[in-house]
C-alpha cells in the first residue's frame, strides 16, 4: 500500500454566489444615479461647479467597481470537515464541522411579499450563529449543496416564517436591527 492510497484528496467544493446580484444592483444603481446626476450636471455647468459633480460621479463609479470585485470574489468552499466563506468585504469565515452543534434551515418571507427564501444558520453548541447564509445571496441549489457536502442533520420548520415569528422562536437568529424593526411593525 502506498501513501497516495492511504490518503484521500478531501474533496473541495466552491460555490458562488448568484450571478443576478450584480446585474441587479447595477440596474438599480444607473436608475438612481443618473437622473440624480443629470440634475447636478444641469444645475453645475451654468456655475462652473462641474468639476466637483464628476469628483462625486467617480467616487460613485469607484465603490460600484469595487463592490463588484468584491462579489466576485465571494465564495463558499466546503469539504467534509470544514467550511470556508467569503464576505463581499474579503473577510474569510472558517468553520469545522466539528464546531457546530446545530444546524437551521429556515423559509422566510419576504417582507412586503408571499415570497419564501432559504436561511440556513449554522450553530455552535451554545446556539450562537458561527454563519449565515441569505437565500438572497446564495441559491437554494448552493445551500442544499453545503448541507449536504458538510453531512450534518439540520432542522427545518415545516411552514415559513415571518422575520418577527423567527424573532420570537429564536431571537439569537435574527439581527438585532432585524428584531427592533419587527418589534416596531408588531
Given at each position: 500500500?502506498?501513501?497516495?492510497?492511504?490518503?484521500?484528496?478531501?474533496?473541495?467544493?466552491?460555490?458562488?454566489?448568484?450571478?443576478?446580484?450584480v446585474s441587479h444592483s447595477i440596474i438599480a444603481a444607473l436608475?438612481?444615479?443618473?437622473?440624480?446626476?443629470?440634475?447636478?450636471?444641469?444645475?453645475?455647468?451654468?456655475?462652473?461647479?462641474?468639476?466637483?459633480?464628476?469628483?462625486?460621479?467617480?467616487?460613485?463609479?469607484?465603490?460600484?467597481?469595487?463592490?463588484?470585485?468584491?462579489?466576485?470574489?465571494?465564495?463558499?468552499?466546503?469539504?467534509?470537515?470544514?467550511?470556508?466563506?467569503?464576505?463581499?468585504?474579503?473577510?474569510?469565515?472558517?468553520?469545522?464541522t466539528a464546531d457546530i452543534g446545530?444546524?437551521?434551515?429556515?423559509?422566510?418571507?419576504?417582507?412586503?411579499?408571499?415570497?419564501?427564501?432559504?436561511?440556513?444558520?449554522?450553530?455552535?453548541?451554545?446556539?450562537?450563529?458561527?454563519?449565515?447564509?441569505?437565500?438572497?445571496?446564495?441559491?437554494?441549489?448552493?445551500?442544499?449543496?453545503?448541507?449536504?457536502?458538510?453531512?450534518?442533520?439540520?432542522?427545518?420548520?415545516?411552514?415559513?416564517?415571518?422575520?418577527?415569528?423567527?424573532?420570537?422562536?429564536?431571537?439569537?437568529?435574527?439581527?438585532?436591527?432585524?428584531?427592533?424593526?419587527?418589534?416596531?411593525?408588531?
Open positions: 500500500m502506498t501513501i497516495s492510497d492511504e490518503v484521500e484528496p478531501a474533496q473541495i467544493r466552491v460555490l458562488r454566489p448568484r450571478e443576478r446580484i436608475a438612481l444615479f443618473i437622473p440624480l446626476f443629470l440634475v447636478l450636471y444641469w444645475l453645475s455647468i451654468p456655475r462652473q461647479t462641474w468639476p466637483f459633480v464628476l469628483e462625486i460621479q467617480c467616487g460613485f463609479t469607484a465603490l460600484g467597481v469595487i463592490f463588484g470585485l468584491g462579489v466576485s470574489k465571494m465564495a463558499l468552499r466546503v469539504t467534509a470537515d470544514r467550511l470556508s466563506v467569503r464576505s463581499l468585504l474579503g473577510r474569510e469565515t472558517h468553520v469545522a446545530s444546524v437551521v434551515l429556515v423559509e422566510l418571507y419576504q417582507s412586503g411579499t408571499a415570497d419564501c427564501l432559504p436561511h440556513l444558520y449554522l450553530l455552535d453548541a451554545a446556539g450562537d450563529v458561527l454563519v449565515h447564509l441569505s437565500g438572497q445571496i446564495w441559491s437554494r441549489s448552493t445551500i442544499e449543496s453545503v448541507i449536504d457536502q458538510l453531512g450534518v442533520a439540520v432542522l427545518r420548520p415545516p411552514d415559513p416564517l415571518t422575520v418577527a415569528e423567527l424573532g420570537q422562536l429564536r431571537p439569537q437568529l435574527v439581527r438585532r436591527l432585524a428584531r427592533h424593526a419587527a418589534r416596531l411593525n408588531g
